[in-house]
């Protein structure tokens, strides 16, 4: 089986490794090819460029690089279809990920699977029906995201998400963060910014 895989920011990276690492306990002959991060790597696949070159957030971000982004938009798309595999998973960075499957899906008939659902339940409801002209399957990380995707036309499954796979803290850890950060009893918020640099950029 050849799977070809895009990740383009890092916890794209990071929820495409765990899924290589599980698939290849499956079927130890599986062969990947496609773009990654370092934890993809790390299981094994060569990127054909950077995913640094993907992880761009917002019109300032993303106007100067435009013309470098559509060249790599282009060059991984023939590469997906001149390697034939059996199927292209993109890891959520949708902006990118459709518009390669879309590139892909007009000269191939190659399965494509997107993993991590846009949040359609949230914003934006008509991006699933834009979505299934390109998409054949959805992987969910929400169980209450399967009817919406599968209203619009593409299978869906629910296969949970990463963050329940984490270790929790033990009590001691607990206490020992307090300590260290001389927090004492009081409350503690926790900010998640997201993958991006800019993101974190924009908080500092």
Known sequence: ?????????????????????????????????????PLMQAEGMQSLFPMS???????????????????????????????????????DSPDFSLRLAKLVKAESTIRTIHYVAPSVWAWRPGRAGKMSKSIDH???????????????????????????????????????????HAIGAAPVILALPGSRRSEVGRLT
């Open 138 to 180: 959805v992987l969910a990380l929400l169980p209450f995201e399967p009817p919406y995707m599968e209203a619009a036309g593409m299978r869906c499954d629910f296969v949970g998400h990463p963050v329940v796979a984490e270790p929790v803290a033990s009590d001691a850890e607990v206490a020992a963060f307090r300590t260290r």
């Open 53 to 91: 070159e993907l992880s761009v957030m917002g019109i300032a971000e993303v106007l100067p690089k435009y013309p470098a982004l559509r060249r790599r938009l282009n060059l991984t798309a023939q590469d997906v279809i001149s390697w034939q595999p059996d199927a292209l998973l993109t890891i």
């Open 1 to 37: 089986m050849k799977l070809y895989l895009l990740a383009g920011e890092p916890s794209g990276d990071k929820l495409g490794a765990a899924l290589m690492a599980g698939l290849k306990e499956l079927a130890p002959d599986i062969e990947f090819k496609g773009v990654a991060g």
